[in-house]
């Protein structure tokens, strides 16, 4: 029986020299029956702006024997350390993430405040050439301080991180995506990019931020200098550190938009792949205490105590005091928005998507570009905002308007500019302001007469050239306020060429248009209704609001994907879709596995030379274990027994056995107590697969390792005629990094294991690769 076992794991075996460097799946070289091409995968992404070595994450629970032991000695008292631990924790996330909301917010608008002064100083004096110098330089300077700090210390840091997050939840490990550095560069260099008058929002990298700073608590602090706590023990996983991010991102989503509801929404229809009650729960824990946070800032704020900081409670852009009502007729209007908003969300996406291809060949060619790309977009936008009031007509003061007009200050609704005394230039209300400002402006309404339709338009081309070619620069971004100022403007323009037709005011078509533009790019439903009735407090818009996301989001899934699944795919990241092609169901989980390797298996009780074989020549990060197993004959003259399948031992914990050297010197089983002396169960939740610091003498060589106390002994497994559709659905939604594939009947002497299944393989666009003929009309989308 022992040689029956030798020769099945021997044959299984490959040379690792074949493989190209997937740490995920078993690449193949070889043709392939019914495939003209070979399962390929891709290890490296983009994160950030970096190209980084991607791995999955172990959401499974690996029931060793370690793990059973510690989960039965588990007292009461541990358990309501654990609960404890959850709760502490999310409300610690909701708690920074609402003082670091605060932090970001009064710097930017502190700085773009006093910037907004001083060239409204020269503006006053009719010295127009220093007053675009000194607003270029000193957007310029803020520009280069963000892009720098990106480029040079976090590139992790670039774009909004909301693309990253969505696929670590998937289960894609992002290396240096939430450490301490990342979350520093983040919070200096949102505050930079946006109080330069880039055409970013801080939404997205107070998601990022968010997320960072539930890494790091439950890490206990940064990857050098974590704390030692011995209740910290317990998240020392994936499984609770997903929680906790999902926490973060809900969270900053609050900060963002000071909208608690709307925030655990958006983590749940945008960004988590799994979820479960008590995780909404925690998740709406943690932005209630943001909420908090923010409103004693803003009452402290409201006190004068802040500088500059802008006017406003805890509703972002109020109109809950504009009343209306609306009848049949307006659907018209509203529909239109929504198709509207479709088109452009979809014709924005497919843009966007050329733009960055672009950007990405230009960062390619090193450090310098990517400065110099964000310098000149910065310049770019400085001669815009500054020089395009120049072009709109002033318009007079009306008399009965309460608000004071003009004005030269950093903040109002009738800016002066360059026009004479009495006049307010309406293109420079809506330019030459804080990008928050700018939709509270666009926002207001009871003033149907506020903004030209040239001015309108000169602001919704400006905003849509502009939409395209800063994102995707060296600086952190967020995509939410770029999307709302563009479909603020045409939602404006169409409620004026509405006119006496309709009777919803033009703020009104303002909120409906932003509304639309994002659900038509970003294909969110539910979560950004929400957010947009706590960003404007008037419930009243909850119908129109419902009917023109659903109108949006259809009409853009008739193009092409949301803008996050293209950044997803442009990175390379291997996110797992939540349905499975149609095709998948005409091919077996069997196939798929035949179009691999011989998957490598190792015996429980293994020599120390196989395993570091194993390790030297492969790079997979999970092997399956075998066992003799008694021979029980049946009628059919197959044997039921033979060998078995044990489990499934991860690269992780082969490393560990060979650094501490658990090695016998004789063929046998070890006893329980000889385990738990030498392995604490904790630290067998750390990865570390480094292997080449690992020295092994010759006598060594010949040694035993009992394998059987460290594999996962129920593992998830699939019969071979499965279809690849139920795989996929199964891998996602369970959070698996393995999937074994067993025969429907195993003879005697036939391996338990014919294969293992990975997220490259199950890939759409991988699967294709190796089977075209599956899908025949190929300009499908596939990834």
Same mark, same amino acid.
């Given at each position: 029986?022992?040689?029956?076992?030798?020769?099945?794991?021997?044959?299984?075996?490959?040379?690792?020299?074949?493989?190209?460097?997937?740490?995920?799946?078993?690449?193949?070289?070889?043709?392939?029956?019914?495939?003209?091409?070979?399962?390929?995968?891709?290890?490296?992404?983009?994160?950030?702006?970096?190209?980084?070595?991607?791995?999955?994450?172990?959401?499974?629970?690996?029931?060793?024997?370690?793990?059973?032991?510690?989960?039965?000695?588990?007292?009461?008292?541990?358990?309501?350390?654990?609960?404890?631990?959850?709760?502490?924790?999310?409300?610690?996330?909701?708690?920074?993430?609402?003082?670091?909301?605060?932090?970001?917010?009064?710097?930017?608008?502190?700085?773009?405040?006093?910037?907004?002064?001083?060239?409204?100083?020269?503006?006053?004096?009719?010295?127009?050439?220093?007053?675009?110098?000194?607003?270029?330089?000193?957007?310029?300077?803020?520009?280069?301080?963000?892009?720098?700090?990106?480029?040079?210390?976090?590139?992790?840091?670039?774009?909004?991180?909301?693309?990253?997050?969505?696929?670590?939840?998937?289960?894609?490990?992002?290396?240096?995506?939430?450490?301490?550095?990342?979350?520093?560069?983040?919070?200096?260099?949102?505050?930079?990019?946006?109080?330069?008058?880039?055409?970013?929002?801080?939404?997205?990298?107070?998601?990022?931020?968010?997320?960072?700073?539930?890494?790091?608590?439950?890490?206990?602090?940064?990857?050098?200098?974590?704390?030692?706590?011995?209740?910290?023990?317990?998240?020392?996983?994936?499984?609770?550190?997903?929680?906790?991010?999902?926490?973060?991102?809900?969270?900053?989503?609050?900060?963002?938009?000071?909208?608690?509801?709307?925030?655990?929404?958006?983590?749940?229809?945008?960004?988590?792949?799994?979820?479960?009650?008590?995780?909404?729960?925690?998740?709406?824990?943690?932005?209630?205490?943001?909420?908090?946070?923010?409103?004693?800032?803003?009452?402290?704020?409201?006190?004068?105590?802040?500088?500059?900081?802008?006017?406003?409670?805890?509703?972002?852009?109020?109109?809950?005091?504009?009343?209306?009502?609306?009848?049949?007729?307006?659907?018209?209007?509203?529909?239109?928005?929504?198709?509207?908003?479709?088109?452009?969300?979809?014709?924005?996406?497919?843009?966007?998507?050329?733009?960055?291809?672009?950007?990405?060949?230009?960062?390619?060619?090193?450090?310098?570009?990517?400065?110099?790309?964000?310098?000149?977009?910065?310049?770019?936008?400085?001669?815009?905002?500054?020089?395009?009031?120049?072009?709109?007509?002033?318009?007079?003061?009306?008399?009965?308007?309460?608000?004071?007009?003009?004005?030269?200050?950093?903040?109002?609704?009738?800016?002066?500019?360059?026009?004479?005394?009495?006049?307010?230039?309406?293109?420079?209300?809506?330019?030459?302001?804080?990008?928050?400002?700018?939709?509270?402006?666009?926002?207001?309404?009871?003033?149907?007469?506020?903004?030209?339709?040239?001015?309108?338009?000169?602001?919704?081309?400006?905003?849509?050239?502009?939409?395209?070619?800063?994102?995707?620069?060296?600086?952190?971004?967020?995509?939410?306020?770029?999307?709302?100022?563009?479909?603020?403007?045409?939602?404006?323009?169409?409620?004026?060429?509405?006119?006496?037709?309709?009777?919803?005011?033009?703020?009104?078509?303002?909120?409906?248009?932003?509304?639309?533009?994002?659900?038509?790019?970003?294909?969110?439903?539910?979560?950004?209704?929400?957010?947009?009735?706590?960003?404007?407090?008037?419930?009243?818009?909850?119908?129109?609001?419902?009917?023109?996301?659903? $109108?949006?989001?259809?009409?853009?899934?008739?193009?092409?994907?949301? $803008?996050?699944?293209?950044?997803?795919?442009?990175?390379?990241?291997?996110?797992?879709?939540?349905?499975?092609?149609?095709?998948?169901?005409?091919?077996?989980?069997?196939?798929?596995?035949?179009?691999?390797?011989?998957?490598?298996?190792?015996?429980?009780?293994?020599?120390?030379?196989?395993?570091?074989?194993?390790?030297?020549?492969?790079?997979?990060?999970?092997?399956?274990?075998?066992?003799?197993?008694?021979?029980?004959?049946?009628?059919?003259?197959?044997?039921?027994?033979?060998?078995?399948?044990?489990?499934?031992?991860?690269?992780?914990?082969?490393?560990?056995?060979?650094?501490?050297?658990?090695?016998?010197?004789?063929?046998?089983?070890?006893?329980?107590?000889?385990?738990?002396?030498?392995?604490?169960?904790?630290?067998?939740?750390?990865?570390?697969?480094?292997?080449?610091?690992?020295?092994?003498?010759?006598?060594?060589?010949?040694?035993?390792?009992?394998?059987?106390?460290?594999?996962?002994?129920?593992?998830?497994?699939?019969?071979?005629?499965?279809?690849?559709?139920?795989?996929?659905?199964?891998?996602?939604?369970?959070?698996?990094?393995?999937?074994?594939?067993?025969?429907? $009947?195993?003879?005697?002497?036939?391996?338990?294991?014919?294969?293992?299944?990975?997220?490259?393989?199950?890939?759409?666009?991988?699967?294709?690769?190796?089977?075209?003929?599956?899908?025949?009309?190929?300009?499908?989308?596939?990834?």
């Amino acid at each position: 029986m022992e040689e029956d076992l030798n020769q099945i794991v021997n044959s299984s075996s490959y040379n690792g020299e074949e493989e190209q460097g997937d740490p995920e799946s078993n690449t193949l070289n070889q043709p392939l029956v019914k495939a003209n091409r070979t399962l390929s995968s891709t290890p490296l992404a983009l994160v950030g702006t970096k190209v980084s070595h991607i791995e999955s994450l172990d959401y499974e629970i690996n029931e060793n024997d370690l793990f059973k032991h510690d989960w039965r000695k588990r007292s009461k008292t541990q358990v309501l350390q654990y609960i404890f631990l959850k709760w502490t924790f999310a409300c610690l996330i909701g708690l920074f993430t609402g003082l670091i909301a605060t932090l970001i917010n009064l710097a930017v608008e502190n700085i773009a405040g006093y910037k907004l002064l001083a060239v409204g100083h020269f503006l006053a004096q009719e010295r127009y050439i220093t007053g675009l110098m000194i607003f270029a330089g000193a957007n310029l300077g803020l520009t280069l301080v963000a892009s720098v700090l990106c480029v040079c210390f976090a590139p992790t840091a670039a774009g909004p991180g909301i693309p990253e997050i969505k696929a670590y939840l998937n289960g894609i490990d992002t290396p240096n995506m939430f450490g301490a550095t990342t979350m520093i560069v983040k919070i200096i260099g949102s505050i930079g990019a946006v109080a330069a008058g880039l055409d970013l929002g801080k939404e997205g990298p107070l998601v990022h931020i968010g997320t960072c700073i539930a890494s790091l608590l439950g890490q206990g602090g940064p990857d050098n200098h974590r704390l030692k706590w011995r209740w910290l023990r317990y998240f020392n996983n994936d499984r609770d550190r997903r929680d906790l991010i999902t926490c973060g991102s809900a969270a900053g989503v609050c900060a963002a938009f000071r909208s608690p509801v709307g925030g655990v929404l958006f983590a749940l229809e945008e960004v988590a792949t799994w979820w479960r009650s008590a995780l909404l729960w925690r998740t709406f824990f943690s932005t209630a205490v943001v909420v908090v946070v923010l409103r004693e800032f803003i009452e402290i704020c409201n006190s004068g105590k802040c500088g500059l900081f802008g006017r406003g409670g805890l509703i972002m852009f109020d109109v809950s005091h504009v009343t209306y009502t609306y009848h049949v007729t307006d659907i018209i209007p509203v529909t239109l928005i929504g198709v509207i908003g479709g088109v452009l969300g979809s014709l924005y996406n497919h843009f966007l998507h050329k733009v960055l291809r672009l950007y990405n060949l230009i960062n390619q060619k090193g450090k310098i570009h990517k400065v110099l790309l964000s310098l000149t977009v910065s310049l770019f936008t400085s001669v815009c905002l500054y020089g395009l009031p120049f072009l709109a007509k002033c318009t007079p003061c009306d008399p009965s308007i309460e608000e004071r007009c003009p004005t030269n200050g950093r903040s109002g609704n009738f800016k002066q500019f360059h026009c004479p005394k009495g006049y307010y230039s309406d293109l420079a209300t809506l330019l030459l302001t804080t990008n928050d400002d700018a939709v509270r402006n666009i926002f207001s309404s009871n003033t149907p007469n506020e903004f030209s339709m040239g001015s309108l338009w000169i602001f919704f081309v400006l905003y849509c050239i502009l939409g395209l070619f800063t994102f995707g620069i060296a600086t952190p971004s967020g995509l939410f306020l770029p999307i709302i100022l563009m479909g603020s403007a045409y939602g404006r323009m169409l409620g004026g060429l509405m006119g006496s037709y309709t009777s919803i005011d033009q703020g009104l078509y303002a909120v409906l248009g932003a509304a639309s533009l994002m659900a038509g790019s970003m294909r969110m439903t539910v979560s950004l209704c929400v957010i947009f009735l706590e960003l404007t407090n008037n419930l009243l818009l909850l119908p129109i609001t419902m009917i023109v996301l659903l $109108i949006a989001k259809t009409v853009g899934d008739s193009f092409n994907p949301s $803008i996050y699944d293209i950044i997803l795919h442009l990175k390379g990241l291997p996110f797992l879709e939540a349905n499975p092609e149609p095709w998948m169901r005409n091919l077996s989980v069997g196939e798929l596995g035949d179009a691999k390797p011989p998957v490598v298996t190792l015996q429980g009780v293994e020599k120390v030379a196989k395993i570091v074989d194993v390790l030297k020549n492969t790079t997979h990060n999970a092997f399956p274990v075998l066992d003799e197993a008694e021979v029980v004959p049946s009628q059919m003259g197959l044997g039921t027994g033979g060998i078995e399948l044990h489990g499934l031992i991860l690269r992780a914990h082969l490393v560990k056995v060979l650094k501490k050297r658990w090695f016998l010197t004789e063929k046998r089983r070890t006893e329980e107590w000889e385990v738990r002396e030498k392995f604490p169960w904790d630290e067998l939740a750390e990865r570390e697969d480094n292997f080449d610091d690992v020295a092994i003498t010759s006598s060594e060589m010949q040694m035993y390792v009992d394998l059987h106390p460290l594999t996962n002994t129920t593992p998830y497994t699939v019969m071979e005629n499965m279809s690849v559709a139920k795989a996929l659905v199964l891998f996602r939604q369970v959070g698996l990094r393995h999937l074994l594939i067993v025969p429907r $009947i195993q003879a005697l002497g036939m391996s338990p294991v014919i294969g293992i299944l990975t997220r490259q393989d199950l890939r759409a666009y991988n699967i294709l690769q190796a089977f075209p003929h599956l899908d025949k009309s190929k300009g499908r989308k596939a990834h």
